[in-house]
């Protein structure tokens, strides 16, 4: 398992990319993608030219550098978007039109987890998947501290309220569980 620094830490893409099944020309973004848009670069190989993956962040430096590195490195299916995914409809991405939206170790850090979620499964076509990823609610030598990370069983709870379907729970790493729902 590959090991990176920042908010990621510890989660292999791999995994993501297995099980949320990323093929050539998907639309996928990374909602909370972080200056290195770490997941953002590992994607863009899977969904190709004809495909698109958006980084999206509420920090307008963290989208200057991947815009910068995408230019560099000629991925031209990288797009960058400044959004507070914490506000409804506030993500400028045509709604309804993504096959995967990502919420990987965003959620702990706001206490509007639910408007997120809410976001993400409005940019998500029927049919697509929303893949959380989070640390366990567990003590570990590192990360957030227990009262700010999520509840998974909460979680379930949430999105059973908001229609959507669980297809799997995953083991996303050492100190982190991965979900993937569907949009129904």
Sequence with gaps: MAT???????????????????????????L??????HFVFAIAPFVGKEGVIYGVDILK??????????QHENLRQVKTVW???EIF????????????????NVLYQSSKRVDMIREAIRLTKVGGKIVIIDWNNIATPFGPSIQERVNKENLLKV????????????????????IIFQKL
């Design 4 to 30: 990176i620094t920042g908010g990621n830490t510890l989660i292999d893409p791999q995994i993501i990319i297995k099980k949320a099944n990323l093929r050539a020309s998907m639309r996928v973004a990374d």
């Design 32 to 37: 909370g993608c972080g200056s290195s848009g």
């Design 61 to 70: 430096s963290s989208l200057a550098h991947i815009r910068h590195r995408a």
């Design 83 to 85: 959004s507070n995914i």
């Design 89 to 104: 409809k506030a993500t400028d991405i045509e709604t309804a039109s993504l096959d995967v939206a990502l919420l990987i």
């Design 159 to 178: 999105a059973d309220r908001l229609r959507l379907n669980l297809v799997e729970e995953f083991k996303a790493g050492q100190y982190h569980f991965g």
